[in-house]
């Protein structure tokens, strides 16, 4: 009898660490019945493939927002790296090459973010926000604000080809992110994230380097949006200085929902999977509803304050 | 390196905070194995001196010697590179962390896999519940620290600075939230770490009686100023009182 309590305890407990996961499934099903088409096989393959997107924005977004900071510049860098990596293939780079580029840039960009932020103290918001607008305005300029189409096949793989059922880019999700949980959990400055996140003077105090782990968290970020960039642009065919705009609201409230404190230091990053996920599926739900271009704006703000929301009235019942 | 003078020299510290002189000119020297009682009234610059001591402020002027050898502490993994371990007054812990993580945080144990490492996590929970037990406390190592009594979170400062193996221990105000026994037992504790091993230590402490017990020598501070240097046996508890007071 007290073992079943005990099982039933330690389930109950397992299971409110991923509730993010319950939550998606939940409302994956409870919209089943109202939308059927998403218990096609084809449809949710389409969740799933979509929902990278978002999922890789929110992992970057998930990293500096376990040191307590935030990045707004995700989705100007989702568009300025492999806008980079296409520019440097035009003048002959080879497409390996120039999708190392594309990461790299995204890299940097984090880095410059990260030395900017630790070492002059400015704002994360202010700075990401200015380098959101920067980086946004040099592929505009690059582009004269048209899309970029006409990409090499080879770099379009990762959005074309299919293994078995499955679309390549659902197993590159899976091991980039996977990539980015054991780095998190497993590493000693993946740890050193949730610490300065918790307390950033004991961290320095006790040795912890703590600008470092704050410009390694951006830089991270910089490389999911990357990769989240270059994923999006292999899918779509093209890149454009607007091309991920539409994903900086989903890709904050998705950590949030997931359970990442706004103010650092907590939060497991598989539900930010989850998270994402939840996110996609609402848009996708919204657009299937024919909702139009402007209330889907709306709907974006809304996600935001539903996330918000449910982080504060989860810390009011666990007193965090 | 053994009979190559003092284990730490401290030569003319000076530290200004703005207009506030919390160290003026302070020197003294401490032998290897000895234990330092430090006692001053509050804002006599104990703290500020631990500090520089562990790396996480620099002195405004002055040297510091290591067995004979000019040394700076750069910054707090610096000064725990060269042998010096330290519980803060303050304690420092990530409140919303887990114990285990606290009792390791700045120094973890890693195993290789490959050319990768990763966190031993396994061996950092065993080795801290093996090193609180050592201590006669047990409690839940996988608890955040913020659900601890005080008297908890502060063996956690206290044991992980000692558990760190340094050549120089630091403890600042480390008593203060324990209760009358477990007082006695890391006096104990500290007293036969320091027997056995030779562990060079430096307390500081209100209480006086445990600074009598506990060190072989005693210096009184006053408003950043040495006022008194010697042995223990050299100095009644009321004389440390006139000289901490003005
Ligand atoms: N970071 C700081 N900035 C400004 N002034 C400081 C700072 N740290 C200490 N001081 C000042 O330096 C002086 C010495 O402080 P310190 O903390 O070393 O004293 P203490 O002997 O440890 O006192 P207590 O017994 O209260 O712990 C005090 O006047 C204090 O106000
Ligand atoms: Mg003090």
Redesign the pocket.
Known sequence: MKSARYLFGAVRAKSMEYYTWLLFIGIYLATGLFVPTLFIPATFLNVLVQGTTVGLLSIGMAFVMLVGEIDLSVVAVASFAPMAGILAWEIGLPVPAAILLTLLVGVGVGLFNGLLITKLRIPSLVQTCAMWWMLAGIVLVATRGMAKAGLPNSWMQLGRVFIGPIPLLVFFFIIVVSAAVIFARRTVTGRRLYLVGGNSEACSAMGIPVDRIRIIAFMTSGLFSALAGYALSARMGFVSARFAVEWLMPAIAAPVIAGLSLTGGRGNLINVVAGAYLVQLIVIVVRAGGVSGYSYEFVQGLLVFIAILVDTVRRRVTGL | MAGSGPMLEVKNISKNFGKVRALRSMSFELEKGKILGLVGDNGAG??TLLKILSGDLQPSAGQIYLESKATRFKSPADAMKKGIAIAY?FLELVDIAKVWENFFMGRELTKRIGPLAFLDVQRMKYLTAEAIAKYGHTFDIEREVRELSGEQRQIIAVTRAIEANPEILLL??SFTLLSLDGRKDIVNFLGEVNKKIGITMII?SHDLELIKTLSHYIMVLRAGEKMFFGHTDKISIDQIVKYMLP
Do not use: T
């Open positions: 104990k703290s007054q600042d105000e500081v």
